[in-house]
């Protein structure tokens, strides 16, 4: 342990510990703006600079290691006003518009500001212009960046993609897409982990929320609106109410109150996506037991799919998947998203089913998510009608200004049941948005497919949790030992392929989310800097689907009347034109 | 009143001639990787400040130039804007009156002309044209990219056999760079800033000093690939360590009687001792590199034999041949080439120079051995004829004070014009034909012209040429290799063909250079070799680097290395410098400013972990 003195407090903390670890681990708090644990730890905001006796200049806490003996003044004078001239700086800088800005009220540095009461700035303001393909999902605004290159690092370290950069030099250095490209250019797989981690308003997903409202405000249009699971755990965030009484079906009640005609659940389609995917699996996992890897699968679902298999759901992973490793294209699941799955039944199945034509449906989609919004503009998703399955996504966050906005008084909403039929959701479809959910869904599915029994519910828990890779082996009795991994981030992902390509590890099933934790850690989630919610989020999945009545895929009453109906059979004709894809 | 008065200077002057100072060493230690466009605006403006504005093109134009370039950085220019820059330079350079305004506008329309893509990228597309890529100087503008700042973080703490690792993960020839480096890392070094660049050579000849013998690293697992390696100097011995730890199989072709190449034949032992050569071929071949020596190709092998018997070949076959003087009496009895005299001192072949008169001709390194070689030899009076001026030679300053002190007449601005030969076949004079600076040329030294000055006769038993050298390409030719400016031509990966089995580095591809030039191709080589062999095995270490300490920045001064007293060193071919002592590395170590740490290093680029 090294002994040292803060703000004349003596306290004592592990050698490799940094200032700033050491003061926070103390109760003193030091304020910062660039510092992320281990992923940014480069003291470019100078906010946390501290005095340290016996040294000249004062240091950066987020970087600077504890030494014994070390005495530390964290709020001398001398910080105080070079703290404070350095946030000046950054303001000068900076399009403090924060009244029409997305971040407002969640922002780091109008949180400094006031912290540090800065009402004024001497310097004059010099702010750059903004110059962004404003119709990709992802905007950056410069005016607002701040240059914490936190951006940066996420991507290069946690999602590996490198789509940011330092661009230019001296007082011109900014962020731009790497290696001069544009961000239609770049290898950007739209997860968004950049925008949850920008401690201002410079980077944001596409507001669409109008084009709802447009929607809405149409009385020829039918409008419906389908939630994922994730959004159910992170949706009343900024209402001020707790976990437990934001309910699902509270939720329900608040998107009826926007005006949608009909209100309706993604998890209707995780469920029918098991059916699907689960299907697929055992077909190529059996398939991939006997000798003959390119046998016919099946009559009208001819793509004899490689191992082993990766699930499909997550349009950020897809991305990744296409541009980094296309060779690996075969190895998907053909199974489309959920999403996209309940954007074509909704523009046929349903459109069918309540007599309308399908081209008065206007299909939105609430993700928490923001390469969903790349997904539904995906030239091939249009098999409902012809015209794009779903019409517009909008993430967590754009739902939850989309209620403010309207004045919607969230904590005194009743709680209401989503509309029939494809609103309802088995527990198995609600862990869709945790890392490890569509693995653990599947594989209770697929036992029973194999078996003709359900295994316990909770029999696959080692797939369940944050950690960012996580393996194991579960033996289906007929089918045999079926080796299964499970990774979110894309940094993971990526490790996980190299590993498979050397021949490290070997497995049958692969779950793979994009977003570390998977969608409960979404990149259209509400932001909340330097905390992650991610695993609480999760655990609120976890419980829902404790307590659902029903909690396997295939005993959604609701999907077994559709394909009782309409589909025929998993894999058949039909399911293979509206919900498989060949991921062009 | 006086009718004139001693002025001395004002307060105001002494403070501005400090300005200068820190400009001059704040510009000369100034970071590579920088926009080029913002430096030569800003540049520009500095410039503007030092004009008297009296005149027009100066006052004004000098402003507008600023303007434009400003423009251009804030994306407010146009491609038209490139050409009315270099029109408007050209106006002010034409009727400036003072050479402040038209010096100020020529490097203005140099720096357009020279940066022309990176503007273009400005006016396009609104942002530099690369991104900054070189956060740590001293790792920058070291060839092979060796962990500068992690090594010498190392030795201050005084762990000095992995510092010593740490150097061999980019480089294995630790010791040959302690004693023989030009130590390119210290150009741009961000200490002086401060006061002077840290004395890295100096850093790295202590571990290399007292860091003992350090085994290399256990190989990868064997890859069954054969590759040969053609010339067992720096560059031919770096990718024979590299791919060894990499599992393939390397044999080396040597010419000669023994490994090393130009730092065995070309370096005298007086600066680079034999017995510490040895220690870091040693390491190289205990990886499991397989050697013949004495092996000619084309003679004892043919070329396509070694091409087609190997899965992959490196030519490294270095520059081993004297360029001529092409002068009257070259041929006669008493001339040699430097290069034919350095080879045989390699081979401890000591000719016997005792009483006689040594002329060398020539102003590089090479020439600097001859001369205080011959020196070495016994030689009575060893005279050193260059044609330009001290300042010009291309050798190392350290390296021509040190022939002064042991000796040497330095005869500047003297063209050898021809060799006087007696009867007998024998040399015994040079004939030099005085010269006067002229013209710079562009590699920025004058270009030596005729004086009008009757030649000159210096007598001399023995003549030394040491105006160049040139590299063996008939073999190579033969076996249609392309060549450039008399060197094997290469792309940028080392490969000599597209089909990428054939690779070539060092000297024989680039000319003449420094041992850590071959050693970088030899580990560019190695890792592509590897991929083209189908492998990705990188190189790295399991050495941690300490953390960066918290120190002052109060200006001190460097602790150089000292050498041994003239006139006892002149006497043998012991080695000639007295390294640092632990506490000067100590003080050097602590010195360092962390660039790893601090500034854009904490970022992006620190350091390559593995490659």
């Given at each position: 342990m090294v002994k040292l003195t803060i703000n004349g407090k003596k306290v004592e903390a592990k050698e490799g510990t940094t200032i700033l670890q050491a003061a926070n681990a103390s109760g003193i708090a030091i304020p910062f703006l660039c510092y992320m644990p281990e992923i940014n730890e480069i003291g470019a905001c100078r906010v946390c600079v501290v005095e340290v006796e016996g040294i000249d200049s004062l240091v950066a806490a987020c970087n600077t290691k504890i030494e014994e003996g070390m005495s530390v003044l964290t709020n001398s004078p001398r910080v105080r006003k070079a703290r404070r001239t350095n946030v000046q700086f950054i303001l000068s800088q900076h399009d403090c518009n924060c009244p029409t800005c997305s971040r407002n009220g969640n922002c780091s540095l109008q949180d400094l500001a006031r912290e540090l009461n800065?009402?004024?700035?001497y310097y004059s303001y010099d702010v750059p212009e903004n110059k962004w393909d404003t119709s990709f999902p992802l905007v950056r605004i410069e005016s607002k960046c701040i240059k914490c290159m936190r951006c940066i690092q996420i991507c290069d370290?946690?999602?590996?993609?490198?789509?940011w950069d330092v661009s230019g030099t001296g007082g011109r250095t900014s962020v731009d897409v790497s290696e001069n490209r544009t961000i239609k250019e770049a290898p950007c797989a739209l997860c968004g982990q950049c925008i949850t981690n920008c401690p201002v308003g410079a980077l944001m997903a596409r507001d669409d929320s109008e084009r709802v409202f447009e929607a809405l405000e149409d009385p020829d249009i039918i409008t419906i609106v389908q939630v994922a699971p994730a959004v159910r755990s992170a949706w009343a965030e900024s209402f001020g109410i707790s976990r437990e009484f934001a309910t699902p079906k509270r939720m329900a009640a608040a998107l009826r109150s926007l005006g949608f005609d009909y209100v309706f659940d993604t998890n209707f389609a995780a469920d029918l996506t098991i059916m699907e995917e689960g299907a697929e699996f055992i077909e190529r996992f059996t398939n991939s037991l006997s000798v003959n890897e390119n046998a016919d699968l099946s009559a009208e679902h001819k793509h004899p799919g490689k191992m082993p298999m990766f699930t499909s759901c997550c349009p950020g992973w897809v991305r990744f998947l296409k541009s980094q490793y296309p060779e690996l294209k075969g190895n998907l699941s053909t199974a489309k998203s959920p999403q996209q799955m309940f954007g074509a039944l909704t523009k046929s199945y349903f459109a069918e089913k309540i007599g309308v034509d399908p081209k008065n449906i206007f299909s939105v989609s609430v993700m928490p998510c923001t390469a969903k919004k790349s997904e539904c503009d995906l030239p091939e998703m249009i098999d409902g009608c012809g015209d794009p399955d779903v019409d517009v996504v909008i993430t967590t966050r754009e739902l939850s200004n989309m209620l403010h906005s309207q004045s919607v008084v969230v904590p005194l909403l009743p709680e209401e049941e989503f509309d029939s039929p494809l609103g309802s959701g088995t527990g198995a479809a609600v862990v869709f948005g945790a890392s490890g959910g569509v693995m653990d869904a599947a594989l209770r599915s697929a036992y029973f497919l194999v078996t003709g029994e359900n295994p316990d519910p909770d029999a696959f828990t080692a797939v369940r949790g944050v950690k960012g890779w996580k393996e194991a082996t579960f033996n289906v009795p007929g089918a045999g030992d079926v080796r299964v991994a499970v990774v979110s981030g894309l940094g993971n992902a990526r490790s996980l392929i190299e590993a498979l390509k050397k021949g490290e590890v070997s497995y049958d099933f692969v779950e793979v989310m994009a977003c570390p934790g998977g969608c409960a850690g979404g990149g259209g989630q509400p932001i909340n800097m330097n905390e992650s919610l991610t695993q609480e989020r999760g655990e609120v999945l976890w419980r829902l689907d404790r307590e659902s009545a029903i909690r396997y895929s295939h005993e959604n009453a609701d999907v077994l009347a559709l394909y009782e109906e309409y589909l025929g059979k998993p894999l058949g004709e039909r399911s293979h034109h509206l919900l498989h894809t060949e991921h062009l | 009143m006086s009718r004139l008065e001693l002025i001395a200077k004002s307060r105001t002057e002494q403070d501005m001639d400090g300005l200068y100072n820190d400009m001059e060493r704040r510009l000369g230690s100034g970071p590579p990787g920088l926009c080029p466009v913002d430096l030569a605006l800003n540049f520009a403006s500095l410039c503007q400040a030092q004009s008297c504005g009296k005149c027009t093109p100066c006052r004004i134009g000098l402003g507008k130039l600023v303007e434009m370039l400003k423009d251009v950085l804030d994306g407010k220019a146009t491609e038209k804007t490139i050409g009315v820059l270099e029109s408007t330079a050209a106006a002010i350079i034409d009727s400036a009156d003072c050479i402040i305004g038209s010096d100020a506008a020529r490097m203005v329309r140099d720096s357009v002309r020279a940066f022309k893509d990176d503007i273009m990228e400005h006016i396009?597309?609104?942002?530099?044209?690369?991104?900054?890529?070189?956060?740590?100087p001293c790792v920058k503008l070291c060839p092979a990219g060796v962990d500068v700042p992690g090594y010498i973080a190392l030795a201050g703490e005084g762990r000095l056999t992995d510092a010593l690792r740490l150097i061999r993960k980019d480089n294995p020839f630790p010791i040959a760079c302690a004693y023989?480096?030009?130590?390119?890392?210290?150009?741009?070094?961000?200490r002086a800033m401060i006061d002077s660049a840290i004395n890295i050579r100096g850093i790295k000849q202590y571990i290399a000093d007292h860091s003992g013998i350090v085994p290399p690293p256990q190989n990868a697992a064997s890859t069954g690939k054969k590759v040969a390696v053609i010339g067992g100097g720096p560059g031919g011995l770096s990718a024979a360590y590299f791919l060894s730890l990499m599992g393939h199989s390397v044999t080396v072709y040597e010419r000669r009687k023994k490994l090393g190449g130009m730092l065995r034949y070309g370096i005298p032992a007086y600066r680079f001792p034999r017995e510490l050569l040895d220690r870091d071929i040693e390491a190289i071949l205990k990886t499991g590199v397989d050697v013949k020596l004495g092996i000619n190709i084309g003679t004892d092998i043919s070329l396509d034999e070694i091409i087609d018997s190997y899965d992959s070949v490196f030519v490294a076959i270095g520059a081993h041949t004297d360029s001529k003087a092409r002068i009257e009496g070259e041929d006669s009895n008493g001339v040699m080439s430097a290069v034919e005299l350095l080879r045989g001192i390699g081979d401890e072949e000591h000719p016997g120079f005792v009483g006689k008169t040594v002329v060398v001709v020539g102003g590089g390194n090479v020439a600097m051995d001859a001369t205080r070689t011959s020196i070495r030899l016994g030689a009575k009076k060893v005279y050193c004829v260059y044609r330009r001026r001290q300042t010009d030679m291309t050798a190392l300053p350290e390296e021509v004070e040190g022939a002064i002190a042991e000796g040497a007449e330095l005869l500047t601005l003297k063209a050898p014009a021809r060799i006087e030969v007696d009867a007998q076949g024998n040399a015994t004079a040079l004939w030099i034909k005085p010269q006067l600076p002229g013209d710079i040329d562009s590699g920025g030294r004058p270009t030596p012209m005729d004086a009008d000055l009757p030649e000159e006769r210096i007598s001399a038993d023995l003549i030394i040429m040491a105006i160049g050298q040139r590299v063996e390409t008939a073999v190579f030719e033969e076996g249609g290799f392309p060549l450039e400016w008399g060197a094997l031509k290469t792309l940028p990966?080392?490969?000599?063909?597209?089909?990428?089995k054939v690779f070539a580095g060092g000297d024989c591809a680039t000319g003449p250079a420094a041992a850590i030039q071959a050693i970088a191709a030899g580990k560019v080589a190695a890792a592509n070799i590897d991929e083209y062999l189908g492998f990705d095995n990188k190189i790295s270490v399991d050495v941690e680097i300490p953390a960066a300490r918290l120190r002052n920045k109060n200006k001190r001064g460097r602790v150089n290395i000292t050498e041994r007293e003239a006139s006892e060193r002149k006497k043998d071919f012991d080695y000639i410098e007295c390294g640092l002592t632990q506490e000067g590395v100590e003080k050097e170590c602590s010195r360092c400013l962390r660039c790893d740490h601090y500034g854009f290093g904490a970022l992006k680029g620190a350091r390559v972990e593995k490659w």
């Open positions: 800065i009402q004024d700035v370290k946690v999602q590996s993609l490198n789509v | 396009t597309k609104g942002r530099c044209l690369a991104g900054t890529s070189a956060p740590v023989v480096c030009e130590h390119p890392c210290e150009t741009h070094c961000r990966s080392g490969e000599v063909f597209q089909n990428g």
